[in-house]
């Protein structure tokens, strides 16, 4: 006959008392929900299948892609500049004018003759107006013409050449933008794939540990039934294997929101079902050099290109802002053609000209317009080098943290290797204790939380380091447009 100490006999009294006030406060625990649960005839998509789809529909690139055709069309736009402006003009119209009250008079032919110094006579006729009275006249006149005008710059301070080459900086700008906003898109998809599959792998931990306690606790029933077990201590696995069912349904929760993070990075958050590919969680935990990718990525990275690109543009803006403190010479020529029926046109009824020659102007003072442009151009261009100064450390600081997170990351899954297995022969121990009596139930609960949690934080530590690569790819310039690094 086993002999307990009284002291011990009232602890596991009130700690079994305890144990069942808890099962009862929570009922809900008592059924297990469903956990997530993917359709296994669902298809299959890589890595690369969701980059593709991300990028094939992504609002983002498409607004990337209008900014860079508007920069294209500057360009255009400011080739234009050297033709010149051809113009043609048509006018027509039809007037009807009425004076009333207008006097009227007759006309007869009145004879008379003119006699020279030789007594020579000569027979003439005049007019005589003979005055009838007022009526009202009505005048109907149409007027025609057509014309061409021809205008070219010659030169108007060098803005034309500097305004092509501000809109070329600003295409390339706007084309390495494109590319560096595909690249985000590309490390959003990344993201969230490696994020499902983390919760899909913690999901697995937890169902798992489910499955393990829930044979403890079958192992503990029977310990009891045989009577080398107490009542709390069925009690206390019981507890903790509805804990485990919990973390099943969080884990199957936060499972489902990584699924909507994903297809909304795929631009299709109504998406129907489909599997990951768990092969890319393969990884040997590498690291390179620091200096060398601080190299790599001044050289390669698209959004410091496109800085870049952006200072050479505004600093033509300097010149173009300067234009006018020059001279401006023009060339025009002119053709006109005009019919005029009207019965008031003086010359002839159908006539044409033709002009041509050259314009000089030179605005002396233009209220200081000019000189504050100029001014501001310089500002914006100091601004843009400044902004270039700012976006190559911050890319420096970004790699650094990159680097330190990898570093941390690998760190704690090595580590995690080790808690493992310490872990699982803590739980190995701690059954083998509580078989011959010399443990308790809460040193088994305990090696599978630790267990647990050991498994848990080197899925973390193994999402961690490939997000952190994935980002480090993208930091350094090596995304290409498939997703995979270069």
């Not at 048509?90 to 207008?102: C, G, H, P």
């Not at 083998?432 to 090696?447: K, M």
């Amino acid at each position: 006959m086993s002999f307990i100490n009284p002291v011990v006999a009232f602890r596991l009294k009130v700690g079994a008392l305890l144990v069942a006030l808890a099962i009862l406060s929570f009922p809900a625990l008592a059924q297990e929900p469903e956990p997530v649960r993917v359709d296994a005839d669902a298809p299959v998509l890589s890595l690369d299948d969701c980059i593709r789809i991300a990028l094939g529909g992504s609002p983002t690139l498409m607004i990337s892609a209008e900014r860079q055709h508007i920069a294209h069309q500057d360009v255009k736009g400011a080739y234009g500049a050297f033709l010149p402006d051809l113009s043609l003009s048509r006018d027509w119209y039809k007037s009807e004018r009425t004076d009333f009250d207008v006097q009227q008079y007759e006309y007869v032919d009145v004879p008379f003759q003119t006699t020279d110094s030789n007594g020579d006579t000569t027979d003439w006729l005049t007019q005589q107006a003979n005055p009838l009275g007022t009526a009202d006249e009505t005048v109907n006149s149409k007027t025609g013409s057509w014309g061409g005008r021809a205008n070219l710059n010659v030169f108007a301070g060098f803005s034309k050449f500097s305004t092509l080459s501000s809109a070329k900086n600003n295409r390339a700008a706007a084309e390495a933008s494109l590319g560096y906003t595909r690249e985000l898109v590309i490390e959003e998809v990344i993201t969230a794939y490696f994020n499902l599959l983390r919760y899909a792998q913690l999901l697995q931990v937890a169902e798992e540990t489910r499955d393990q306690t829930a044979k403890e606790l079958e192992r503990t029933e029977t310990y009891f039934r045989l009577g080398s077990a107490a009542k709390s201590d069925v009690l206390q696995q019981r507890v903790q294997l509805e804990n485990t069912k919990l973390d099943v349904v969080i884990a199957g929760n936060t499972l489902k929101k990584a699924f909507a993070d994903l297809a909304f990075a795929m631009n299709r958050p109504l998406v129907s079902a489909f599997r990951v590919d768990r092969s890319v969680l393969e990884t040997d935990y590498g690291l390179e050099d620091l200096p060398a990718m601080y190299e790599e990525a001044l050289a390669k990275r698209l959004d410091l290109q496109s800085t870049e690109l952006s200072l050479e543009a505004r600093r033509k803006d300097v010149t173009t802002a300067a234009s006018n403190l020059y001279p401006r010479i023009d060339l025009f020529a002119n053709y006109n053609r005009s019919d005029n029926e009207s019965p008031y046109k003086f010359g002839a009824q159908l006539s044409e000209s033709t002009a041509f020659g050259y314009s000089v102007s030179w605005a002396i003072f233009d209220r200081m317009q000019s000189w504050t442009s100029r001014s501001k151009a310089k500002a914006n261009a100091r601004i843009a080098e400044y902004e270039m100064q700012q976006a190559e450390m911050n890319v420096q600081l970004e790699i650094r943290q990159l680097h330190n997170s990898m570093v941390e990351a690998r760190e704690r899954a090595h580590v995690s290797r080790e808690t493992i297995a310490q872990s699982q022969e803590e739980l190995r121990l701690a059954q083998e204790r509580f078989r011959v009596g010399a443990g308790t139930t809460l040193d088994i609960i305990v090696a599978q939380v630790n267990l647990a949690n050991s498994r848990a934080q080197e899925v973390q530590a193994q999402c961690d380091f490939l997000i952190a690569q994935a980002m480090m790819n993208r930091a350094v310039g090596r995304l290409n447009p498939v997703g995979l690094s270069h």
